[in-house]
């Protein structure tokens, strides 16, 4: 007998399209590739009792949809940073927040968010790259500078990769600039909605193909230890990136605009380095979040709200630094910080995670490329038969590359079967 849905990946898009779905009284089974849930949402163990995120961290206060589940499984928001007060720009050897900076490089960062806000009001979208855009404007070198370290910072991947439409959305994330972290670490979300799912949701189970066959059925091939299963059912929600989904065969009516977007969509690449130390050994309180020109673009501290005198310090690298760097992750990190703080003692301990890497990721989070906003947004969504997409690429361009928009993506998935099958 055919299920109602099958949902593949159990990221947090599939494991909250798969929620919505049972709330509303929907038979659903998950397939995950790898032996652990989250996807890109991993949160590990250190030593002292303390842990960190290799991935996903920080939740921003608009996140609604992912604060809302937060509140509903009753799980605790810890404050993480305030911006611009705990923003840090490591200068010319020195540390400087945004009021520290000279007159001279105020007004170029003035008039970096002047010229980003004009695109945005005026809608806007030059077929150039940030790199190209920033040449073309004429901006200060300072200006340059900081744009390119937010395009590795923020989107991991390259300036002169990233399309300047895509990059204004840093500009216009609608924060006030108050960010949180969920206590115990990222994945207590996703082992909250595990819990709620329970045995529907099946791990080490790899989908190999997704079919559309007659009797309107979607037929997938689940990878197991008893080798390849067939699985059938009325609708199939794909919460996979689609740096994977590009090398699964489907079989359905998919529009050239679908298919062009899913073996295109480009993905950044990053490296995310964990240091454990027996003590601090900063002076400010909460050490921030710093932002540098070195091998690791941004440091700060994930154990702020974390008890014991053991301070963890995470180092994030994206585009291509980050695959330079990847075969000395971890020593790369440690010299990153006493780049800044040459009195930082020797480490505990040390965990690191090249997202590039990864079999079931390959890639950090989507971006985009000049005119492929244009291009690929309004297929990115759209269902192919019976075949229905989640995933952070699939949310509202705001929420790419975020906890949110993978939760959003899944419960818009779960609300487009739901209305297919009324
Ligand atoms: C280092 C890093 C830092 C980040 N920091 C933040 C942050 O601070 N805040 C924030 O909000 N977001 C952050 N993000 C982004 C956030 O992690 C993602 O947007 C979100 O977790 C994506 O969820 P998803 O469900 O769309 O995809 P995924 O989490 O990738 O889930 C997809 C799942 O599908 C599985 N899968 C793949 N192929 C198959 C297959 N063939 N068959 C079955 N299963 C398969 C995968 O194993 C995975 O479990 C970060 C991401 C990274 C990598």
Redesign the pocket.
């Known amino acids: 007998m055919a299920l109602q849905t099958i949902v593949?990946?159990?990221?947090?898009?599939?494991?909250?399209a798969a929620y919505e779905l049972v709330l509303a009284g929907q038979e659903v089974q998950v397939?995950?590739?790898?032996e652990?849930?989250?996807?890109?949402?991993h949160t590990v163990q250190l030593s002292a009792g303390q842990y960190g995120?290799?991935?996903?961290?920080?939740?921003?206060d608009c996140?609604t949809a992912?604060i809302n589940y937060a509140a509903k499984f009753n799980l605790k928001l810890d404050p993480a940073c305030q911006f611009p007060d705990d923003l840090y720009w490591y200068v010319d050897g020195m540390l400087k927040t945004q009021e520290s900076f000279s007159g001279e490089q105020q007004t170029a960062l003035k008039s970096l968010s002047e010229k980003l806000q004009l695109l945005v009001e005026k809608q806007l979208a030059p077929q150039q790259t940030l790199d190209e855009w920033l040449e073309k404007n004429q901006l200060a070198p300072f200006a340059k500078w900081v744009a390119r370290l937010s395009a590795r910072s923020l989107f991991?991947t390259d300036p002169e990769l990233i399309g300047i439409r895509f990059f204004t959305y840093s500009n216009t994330l609608g924060t006030s600039g108050y960010n949180m972290r969920i206590r115990g670490g990222?994945s207590r979300l996703v082992d909250a909605l595990a819990k709620v799912l329970g045995e529907r949701v099946h791990t080490k189970?790899?989908?190999?193909r997704i079919q559309q066959i007659e009797n309107n059925l979607v037929s997938v091939s689940?990878e197991t230890v008893n080798g390849l299963v067939e699985a059938q059912a009325n609708s199939v929600i794909i919460?996979?990136?689609w740096s994977?989904?590009r090398q699964?065969p489907i079989i359905a009516p998919l529009t050239d605009s679908q298919q062009a977007a899913i073996s295109q969509l480009p993905y950044g690449s990053?490296?995310?380095t964990l240091l454990q130390y027996p003590y601090r050994f900063w002076s400010k309180p909460n050490f921030g979040i710093t932002l540098l020109d070195a091998e690791y673009q941004v440091v700060w501290e994930p154990s702020f709200a974390q008890m014991g005198a053991e301070r963890i310090l995470s180092c994030?690298s994206g585009g291509s630094r980050s695959i330079e760097l990847s075969e000395n992750a971890v020593e790369l990190a440690i010299a990153t910080v006493r780049y800044m703080y040459p009195e930082a003692p020797p480490i505990l301990t040390s965990r690191s995670?090249d997202?590039n890497a990864d079999e079931?990721?390959k890639?950090?989070?989507c971006y985009f490329k000049p005119g492929d906003l244009a291009r690929f947004n309004p297929h990115l969504m759209q269902r192919a038969g019976q075949i229905f997409f989640?995933?952070?690429?699939t949310?509202p361009v705001e929420y790419?590359?975020?906890?949110?928009?993978?939760i959003r993506?899944?419960q818009r998935a779960a609300q487009q079967v739901l209305e297919f099958v009324k």
Not at 8 to 16: C, E, K
Not at 31 to 34: D, K, L, P
Not at 53 to 60: H, I, K, R, T
């Open positions: 593949v990946g159990a990221g947090l898009a599939g494991l909250s397939f995950e590739a790898r652990r849930l989250g996807g890109r949402v995120d290799l991935g996903a961290e920080f939740v921003d996140h992912l991991a990222s189970s790899p989908v190999r689940v919460a996979i990136p994977i989904l699964i990053l490296v995310k994030f995670y997202w079931w990721a890639g950090a989070y989640a995933g952070e690429h949310a790419r590359g975020y906890m949110e928009g993978a993506s899944g």
